[in-house]
C-alpha cells in the first residue's frame, strides 16, 4: 500500500457533510494556484525587451523563456492528470508547488539566458500540476450542485492572473529590475503551499505497481506534443521544411501513442473515452475557442499600434479590458450553469464569441478605440461562459478515478488551441495584411488583416456550435468503476 509522504488533515470527500469554511479555505487554496501559474506566463511576456538587453540576446533567443513554460505544461498535460490519478492529487499538488516556487527562485537568481529558460521549464512543470489539479480537486471536495460556481471562481483567478501579469511587470522591472517579476511569485508560492497542506482533503491509499504509470505512452505524448508545438511556434509564421519535418514527426507520434494504448494494459489515455461523444465534443469545442482566444492577444497589439495608432501604454490598457470581462463574468457564468444546465450556458458562450468575431469582422476602424472594445467585450464573456460551462459540463459526473486524465485532456486541448492560435491565425493576419515588416505597417491594410482574421475566426465558432449541438448527449456514459482510465 502507498502512503502519502505528506499526512493531510481528515477532510471528508464530496457529498459528505464537509463544512462550507473547509470548502472556502480549498478553494482559496485552489485559486491561488490557478493566479500563479496564469500569471507566470503573463507577467514574463512584458520583460523580453528587457531580457533582450540583460543578456545581449536577440528576440528569436528570449522568447523561448515565454515558450519553454509553455511547451513544459502542453508536453505535461495528461501525464500529470494520470500521476495524481494514481500517486494521490494532494502529493503531487504540493510538489507542484514547491517546485514552481524553488525554480521561480532559480529564475531570478539565473546568471545566464539559457539556465534561465531550463529554470523556466522547471516553472512550466509545476504550473502544469499546479493549474490542471485544481479542476480535478473541484470535483473531489465541492458539492455537485456548486461545481458551476468553483470552476467560475477558477476561470475568475485564471483572467485575474492574466491580466494583472503585463502591468504587475511592469512595475517590479521599472523598481526592481526583471528578476522581481520571478521573485514576486516566492511568497505567493509558500502562502498557497501552506493553504494546501493544510487544508485539502487527505489522499485516498491505494496500491501502485510497476505496471500502474505507462511510460511508453507517456513518452511518446511528450515528444509528440512537443513536436507539434515547435512545429507551429518555430518561424513565427514562415512554415519550412523544418516545420513540415516537425509537424510529420507528431503525425508518426499519434500513430505510434495510439498503437501502444491500444496494446498496453494500463493506458494512459483510454481512447475508448473518445467514443463519448459528449467529451469529444467538449474538446474539440473547447481547442477552437482556445485559438479564437490566443487571435484576440496576438492580432489585437498589432491593430492598436498600427491601424489606431495607440501608444504602448494605452496598448496595454485596452488589451486589459478583455481579461477583466473575464474575470467580472467567470463567477456569475459559474451561477448560470448551476441554475440553468451547462450545456445551455455553453451553446450561449459559443454564439457571443461568433457574434463578437463577426462584429469585429465588419466593424471599420473609423471607429476606433469604441468599435475595438465593443465587439472584444462581447468574445471575452462569451469565452468565460463558454469556459466555465463547458468545465462544469464534463467534470460534474466524472467518476473519480478519471478525474485527473480528463483534467488534463481538457486543458491539453485548450494549450493546444492557445499554440495552434498564435501561429495559424497569426499567420492569416500577416498574410492578409500584408505586414511582412512590422516596424512600417500599413493601417489601412492592417485593419484589412484584423477584419479578416475574425471573420475566420467567427466561422471556427460556426463549426464549434456545430459540434456542440451535434454531440451534446444528457450526461457523459460512465465506466465502471473499477475500469482502467
Not at 299 to 316: D, H, N, Q, R, S
Given at each position: 500500500?502507498?502512503?502519502?509522504?505528506?499526512?493531510?488533515?481528515?477532510?471528508?470527500?464530496?457529498?459528505?457533510?464537509?463544512?462550507?469554511?473547509?470548502?472556502?479555505?480549498?478553494?482559496?487554496?485552489?485559486?491561488?494556484?490557478?493566479?500563479?501559474?496564469?500569471?507566470?506566463?503573463?507577467?514574463?511576456?512584458?520583460?523580453?525587451?528587457?531580457?533582450?538587453?540583460?543578456?545581449?540576446?536577440?528576440?528569436?533567443?528570449?522568447?523561448?523563456?515565454?515558450?519553454?513554460?509553455?511547451?513544459?505544461?502542453?508536453?505535461?498535460?495528461?501525464?500529470?492528470?494520470?500521476?495524481?490519478?494514481?500517486?494521490?492529487?494532494?502529493?503531487?499538488?504540493?510538489?507542484?508547488?514547491?517546485?514552481?516556487?524553488?525554480?521561480?527562485?532559480?529564475?531570478?537568481?539565473?546568471?545566464?539566458?539559457?539556465?534561465?529558460?531550463?529554470?523556466?521549464?522547471?516553472?512550466?512543470?509545476?504550473?502544469?500540476?499546479?493549474?490542471?489539479?485544481?479542476?480535478?480537486?473541484?470535483?473531489?471536495?465541492?458539492?455537485?450542485?456548486?461545481?458551476?460556481?468553483?470552476?467560475?471562481?477558477?476561470?475568475?483567478?485564471?483572467?485575474?492572473?492574466?491580466?494583472?501579469?503585463?502591468?504587475?511587470?511592469?512595475?517590479?522591472?521599472?523598481?526592481?529590475?526583471?528578476?522581481?517579476?520571478?521573485?514576486?511569485?516566492?511568497?505567493?508560492?509558500?502562502?498557497?503551499?501552506?493553504?494546501?497542506?493544510?487544508?485539502?482533503?487527505?489522499?485516498?491509499?491505494?496500491?501502485?505497481?510497476?505496471?500502474?504509470?505507462?511510460?511508453?505512452?507517456?513518452?511518446?505524448?511528450?515528444?509528440?506534443?512537443?513536436?507539434?508545438?515547435?512545429?507551429?511556434?518555430?518561424?513565427?509564421?514562415?512554415?519550412?521544411?523544418?516545420?513540415?519535418?516537425?509537424?510529420?514527426?507528431?503525425?508518426?507520434?499519434?500513430?505510434?501513442?495510439?498503437?501502444?494504448?491500444?496494446?498496453?494494459?494500463?493506458?494512459?489515455?483510454?481512447?475508448?473515452?473518445?467514443?463519448?461523444?459528449?467529451?469529444?465534443?467538449?474538446?474539440a469545442t473547447s481547442a477552437?475557442?482556445?485559438?479564437?482566444?490566443?487571435?484576440?492577444?496576438?492580432?489585437?497589439?498589432?491593430?492598436?499600434?498600427?491601424?489606431?495608432?495607440?501608444?504602448?501604454?494605452?496598448?496595454?490598457?485596452?488589451?486589459?479590458?478583455?481579461?477583466?470581462?473575464?474575470?467580472?463574468?467567470?463567477?456569475?457564468?459559474?451561477?448560470?450553469?448551476?441554475?440553468?444546465?451547462?450545456?445551455?450556458?455553453?451553446?450561449?458562450?459559443?454564439?457571443?464569441?461568433?457574434?463578437?468575431?463577426?462584429?469585429?469582422?465588419?466593424?471599420?476602424?473609423?471607429?476606433?478605440?469604441?468599435?475595438?472594445?465593443?465587439p472584444m467585450m462581447v468574445?471575452?464573456?462569451?469565452?468565460?461562459?463558454?469556459q466555465t460551462a463547458n468545465?462544469?459540463?464534463?467534470?460534474?459526473?466524472?467518476?473519480?478515478?478519471?478525474?485527473?486524465?480528463?483534467?488534463?485532456?481538457?486543458?491539453?486541448?485548450?494549450?493546444?488551441?492557445?499554440?495552434?492560435?498564435?501561429?495559424?491565425?497569426?499567420?492569416?493576419?500577416?498574410?492578409?495584411?500584408?505586414?511582412?515588416?512590422?516596424?512600417?505597417?500599413?493601417?489601412?491594410?492592417?485593419?484589412?488583416?484584423?477584419?479578416?482574421?475574425?471573420?475566420?475566426?467567427?466561422?471556427?465558432?460556426?463549426?464549434?456550435?456545430?459540434?456542440?449541438?451535434?454531440?451534446?448527449?444528457?450526461?457523459?456514459?460512465?465506466?465502471?468503476?473499477?475500469?482502467?482510465?
Amino acid at each position: 500500500m502507498l502512503k502519502p509522504a505528506i499526512d493531510g488533515p481528515n477532510v471528508p470527500p464530496a457529498g459528505s457533510s464537509e463544512s462550507p469554511v473547509s470548502i472556502r479555505w480549498v478553494l482559496a487554496s485552489l485559486s491561488l494556484s490557478m493566479l500563479l501559474s496564469s500569471l507566470g506566463t503573463s507577467i514574463a511576456n512584458v520583460g523580453l525587451p528587457t531580457l533582450a538587453q540583460a543578456f545581449n540576446a536577440s528576440f528569436q533567443e528570449v522568447q523561448w523563456v515565454v515558450l519553454a513554460y509553455l511547451l513544459a505544461i502542453t508536453t505535461l498535460i495528461v501525464s500529470v492528470g494520470r500521476l495524481g490519478d494514481l500517486m494521490g492529487r494532494r502529493r503531487l499538488l504540493l510538489t507542484g508547488i514547491l517546485l514552481f516556487t524553488a525554480a521561480s527562485i532559480l529564475c531570478g537568481l539565473s546568471p545566464g539566458l539559457w539556465l534561465l529558460i531550463a529554470a523556466r521549464a522547471v516553472q512550466g512543470l509545476g504550473a502544469a500540476i499546479m493549474m490542471f489539479l485544481t479542476m480535478a480537486f473541484v470535483g473531489e471536495t465541492v458539492p455537485k450542485a456548486k461545481t458551476g460556481s468553483a470552476m467560475g471562481l477558477l476561470g475568475t483567478m485564471s483572467a485575474i492572473g492574466t491580466a494583472l501579469g503585463p502591468t504587475l511587470g511592469g512595475v517590479l522591472i521599472a523598481g526592481l529590475g526583471w528578476p522581481a517579476i520571478f521573485f514576486v511569485n516566492v511568497p505567493l508560492g509558500i502562502l498557497a503551499f501552506l493553504l494546501a497542506q493544510r487544508f485539502l482533503p487527505a489522499d485516498r491509499q491505494g496500491s501502485v505497481t510497476a505496471n500502474g504509470f505507462d511510460r511508453m505512452g507517456t513518452l511518446l505524448l511528450a515528444l509528440t506534443l512537443a513536436a507539434y508545438a515547435l512545429a507551429v511556434t518555430l518561424g513565427r509564421g514562415n512554415f519550412g521544411p523544418l516545420n513540415f519535418a516537425l509537424l510529420l514527426a507528431a503525425a508518426v507520434g499519434v500513430g505510434l501513442f495510439v498503437l501502444t494504448e491500444s496494446r498496453t494494459t494500463s493506458p494512459l489515455i483510454r481512447l475508448a473515452l473518445f467514443r463519448d461523444r459528449a467529451l469529444s465534443g467538449s474538446l474539440a469545442t473547447s481547442a477552437l475557442v482556445s485559438t479564437v482566444l490566443m487571435a484576440t492577444l496576438v492580432v489585437g497589439p498589432f491593430y492598436l499600434t498600427g491601424a489606431l495608432g495607440l501608444e504602448t501604454a494605452m496598448v496595454g490598457l485596452v488589451m486589459s479590458v478583455g481579461p477583466v470581462v473575464v474575470a467580472l463574468t467567470g463567477v456569475p457564468a459559474g451561477r448560470m450553469a448551476d441554475r440553468f444546465g451547462p450545456q445551455r450556458i455553453t451553446f450561449l458562450g459559443l454564439a457571443g464569441i461568433a457574434a463578437g468575431s463577426f462584429f469585429l469582422a465588419m466593424m471599420p476602424a473609423a471607429f476606433g478605440i469604441p468599435g475595438y472594445i465593443a465587439p472584444m467585450m462581447v468574445i471575452t464573456a462569451g469565452y468565460a461562459l463558454f469556459q466555465t460551462a463547458n468545465n462544469t459540463a464534463v467534470m460534474a459526473d466524472v467518476p473519480v478515478e478519471r478525474r485527473g486524465v480528463i483534467s488534463g485532456m481538457l486543458n491539453l486541448s485548450r494549450n493546444l488551441g492557445l499554440i495552434t492560435g498564435a501561429s495559424v491565425m497569426g499567420a492569416i493576419f500577416a498574410i492578409a495584411s500584408a505586414a511582412t515588416n512590422p516596424s512600417t505597417p500599413k493601417p489601412d491594410a492592417i485593419a484589412t488583416g484584423l477584419q479578416i482574421t475574425f471573420a475566420v475566426a467567427g466561422i471556427l465558432m460556426v463549426v464549434a456550435l456545430v459540434i456542440a449541438m451535434a454531440s451534446r448527449i444528457p450526461s457523459m456514459r460512465k465506466l465502471p468503476a473499477g475500469a482502467p482510465s
